[in-house]
Structures are given as C-alpha cells and as structure tokens.
C-alpha cells in the first residue's frame, strides 16, 4: 500500500516526551528487541538533558513516523570515547571537537525512500550553527550509507566495533551545509523555531 507523505509535518519535538514513541520507530526500522528498547530509552532520556540537543519529529496524523537527533560532540561523552582512537589512527581526531553529532535517525520503513530521513537530517545539521557533523552507521551497502555519502558523508573510520554488538559500524563526516539532494518530497518544512 502506498503511503502518501502530504500529511507528514516535520517538526520540532520535546526528546523526553517522545522518546518512547522514537524507540518505536527506532525498533520497527532498525530491529530492535525489547530488552535493546528498554536500555536505548534510558539512553535517549540522559541524551534529552544534554546542552545543545536538537531533536525532530515526523508526524503523520499524529502519528510519530521518523525521528533524529543530535547535539554537539563532547570528547568525554560514551560515542566519542570509542571512536577516538580510530579517528586518530587515521589522522582524523579533529573530527571529535567543534562537530554537530548525529546521534539517531530512524523513518518507519512504509515512510522510506521518499526524501524524509534526508530532511530530519539536513535540517538538524542547518539547525546545529556548527561547521562540520559527524556520525555512525553499520558499516554495510545500506540505504542510510547511500543516503548519507549522497548528503556528502564521508568514511572518517572503519571497521568500528561498540561494545554489546557485533555489527561492524563506519564513523562518517561532513562538512556542512550537507548537499543538496532535495528532489521535492511531499511534506511540510519543520517551522523556524528549535
């Protein structure tokens, strides 16, 4: 059944109040267990106190249909920590300070493949003010991975492992503003407020 994205309003939404709502999201599109919701819904609450998070919603009647997220990248947070030495080792490190970290972007797969994972995306990136973003996805051919290197995305470092999962991820840059790719997608622009 095709869905139509006339009805979905890309907005600005309060992190804590809608993170159990994400974490549907977050399991529908990226196959999560119970257990890995329940331990990313405190993880996404500790995110939602952070200085400088940006948080987006998609919301189709209501209905919360995407999400990302992010905030500027502190050396001593969790992420960081492990990717560091990969950074460094390749020469990139200074790719830790000064940087806007996505930290979760997720769209319902009935919504995928029409444009919205690229607006969450771009404009939490328009919204940082920083000049550089940077973050992490499984390291594999993957829509987000073309999504991402379309936006121009880069391969900072790879293979990365994180603690608790076997999945070999890529830590990727940009220099912002991302590309443009937009190619008219049927929804409404996110209002000018954070």
Same mark, same amino acid.
């Given at each position: 059944?095709?869905?139509?994205?006339?009805?979905?309003?890309?907005?600005?939404?309060?992190?804590?109040?809608?993170?159990?709502?994400?974490?549907?999201?977050?399991?529908?599109?990226?196959?999560?267990?119970?257990?890995?919701?329940?331990?990313?819904?405190? &993880?996404?609450?500790?995110?939602?106190?952070?200085?400088?998070?940006?948080? #987006? %919603?998609?919301?189709?009647?209501? /209905?919360? =249909?995407?999400?990302?997220?992010?905030?500027?990248?502190?050396?001593?947070?969790?992420?960081?920590?492990?990717?560091?030495?990969?950074?460094?080792?390749?020469?990139?490190?200074?790719?830790?300070?000064?940087?806007?970290?996505?930290?979760?972007?997720?769209?319902?797969?009935?919504?995928?493949?029409?444009?919205?994972?690229?607006?969450?995306?771009?404009?939490?990136?328009?919204?940082?003010?920083?000049?550089?973003?940077?973050?992490?996805? &499984?390291?594999?051919?993957?829509?987000?991975?073309?999504?991402?290197?379309? #936006? %121009?995305?880069?391969?900072?470092? /790879?293979? =990365?492992?994180?603690?608790?999962?076997?999945?070999?991820?890529?830590?990727?840059?940009?220099?912002?503003?991302?590309?443009?790719?937009?190619?008219?997608?049927?929804?409404?622009?996110?209002?000018?407020?954070?």
């Amino acid at each position: 059944m095709e869905q139509q994205l006339t009805e979905v309003t890309v907005q600005p939404i309060d992190l804590a109040a809608w993170a159990p709502y994400a974490l549907e999201v977050q399991s529908a599109a990226f196959g999560l267990s119970p257990e890995e919701v329940a331990v990313r819904l405190h &993880i996404v609450g500790r995110h939602a106190l952070q200085p400088g998070v940006i948080a #987006l %919603g998609a919301l189709c009647a209501g /209905r919360l =249909v995407g999400f990302g997220y992010g905030m500027p990248n502190q050396r001593e947070h969790w992420w960081s920590t492990v990717i560091e030495p990969h950074l460094e080792a390749r020469g990139h490190g200074d790719w830790l300070d000064g940087v806007f970290a996505v930290t979760e972007l997720h769209v319902l797969p009935q919504f995928q493949g029409r444009g919205l994972g690229s607006t969450l995306i771009r404009t939490l990136c328009e919204r940082s003010g920083l000049p550089r973003s940077i973050l992490s996805a &499984i390291d594999a051919e993957t829509p987000a991975r073309r999504l991402y290197r379309s #936006l %121009g995305y880069r391969d900072l470092a /790879r293979p =990365v492992r994180f603690p608790n999962t076997d999945r070999p991820y890529a830590v990727m840059g940009a220099r912002l503003p991302l590309l443009d790719r937009t190619g008219g997608g049927s929804y409404s622009r996110p209002a000018n407020s954070r």
